[in-house]
C-alpha cells in the first residue's frame, strides 16, 4: 500500500515569493493534515480536513497561506508571499481511525 | 496546549532500558506516540486511549495514567535502531479532535 506522498521533497526560494506543497493521502483516509515542523520542534497543526471540509484552521496564518482539498483526496497547501520565517518542513499526515500515517515533508527554504 | 516532554535527551547503551514521560494539564482523550530519524517522517508506535491502559510492542510499551495526565513509554533492553526523535500528541476529546505534539525527546542508543 502506498503511503502518504509529498512534493516537492526540497524547494528554495527567495522572500516574497509564492510556493506551493501538494499532498496525496492514503487512499481511503478520509482525515488530511497539514503540520508545520521546525528544526528541533515537534510537528504544529496549520490545518485539519475531514474530507474536502476544513474543520480546525485556526492555526493557519490566513494572511498569506492558504489550502484546498478538492474532491476530498489530494491537498494544496500554498504560502504567499513567502517570508524568512517559514522555513520549516512543512508534513502532511492522513488517517482513518485515530493513528496518523506522515509523509517524508516538504522542506521550504527561503532566502 | 501542547504536552511537555521529559528527559529532554536520553544516552544510553544498547541492551539498557529508558523511560520518557509525557504530561499535560489538560484533561486527555487519548495520547499517542511517534518516533521521528533523522530527515524522516514520525512513524506511529501506539494510540492510548483513557482508561488507563498499557500497550505493549515489541520491548517497546506505553502507559496512561488519566489521573495525573500523564504517559510514559518503556524502552527495553534498547537496540540501536531505537534511537530518534521520540514525540508525544494529545488529543483532549474524541478520536478526531485536534492532535497536539510535544516537543520531542532525543534518544540516542550507542554500541
Known amino acids: 500500500e502506498a503511503g502518504v506522498v509529498q512534493s516537492p521533497r526540497y524547494k528554495i526560494i527567495e522572500k516574497k515569493q509564492p510556493v506551493a506543497f501538494w499532498c496525496n493521502p492514503i487512499?481511503?483516509?478520509?482525515?488530511l493534515y497539514w503540520y508545520l515542523q521546525n528544526l528541533g520542534q515537534g510537528p504544529e497543526l496549520l490545518i485539519r480536513?475531514?474530507?474536502?471540509?476544513?474543520?480546525?484552521d485556526s492555526q493557519l496564518p490566513k494572511d498569506r497561506f492558504s489550502a484546498e482539498r478538492l474532491k476530498g483526496v489530494d491537498s494544496t497547501l500554498k504560502i504567499q508571499p513567502a517570508e524568512l520565517g517559514d522555513s520549516a518542513v512543512y508534513l502532511c499526515a492522513s488517517s482513518a481511525t485515530g493513528e496518523l500515517f506522515f509523509g517524508e515533508g516538504s522542506r521550504l527554504t527561503v532566502l | 496546549q501542547q504536552p511537555v516532554q521529559s528527559p529532554q535527551a536520553v544516552i544510553l547503551r544498547e541492551g539498557e532500558d529508558a523511560v520518557i514521560n509525557c504530561s499535560s494539564s489538560k484533561a486527555l482523550y487519548s495520547v499517542h506516540w511517534y518516533r521521528q530519524k533523522h530527515g524522516e517522517a514520525p512513524v506511529f508506535l501506539m494510540i492510548?486511549?483513557?482508561?488507563?491502559e498499557q500497550k505493549g510492542h515489541d520491548k517497546i510499551s506505553a502507559s496512561f495514567n488519566e489521573k495525573k495526565q500523564q504517559s510514559s513509554l518503556y524502552l527495553t533492553a534498547s537496540q540501536l535502531s531505537y534511537s530518534g526523535t521520540y514525540f508525544c500528541g494529545s488529543r483532549k476529546t474524541g478520536a478526531n479532535s485536534k492532535l497536539t505534539f510535544g516537543k520531542g525527546i532525543t534518544l540516542s542508543v550507542r554500541p
Open positions: 480536513y475531514e474530507n474536502e471540509e476544513a474543520v480546525d
Open positions: 487512499s481511503g483516509h478520509n482525515t
Open positions: 492510548l486511549l483513557k482508561g488507563g
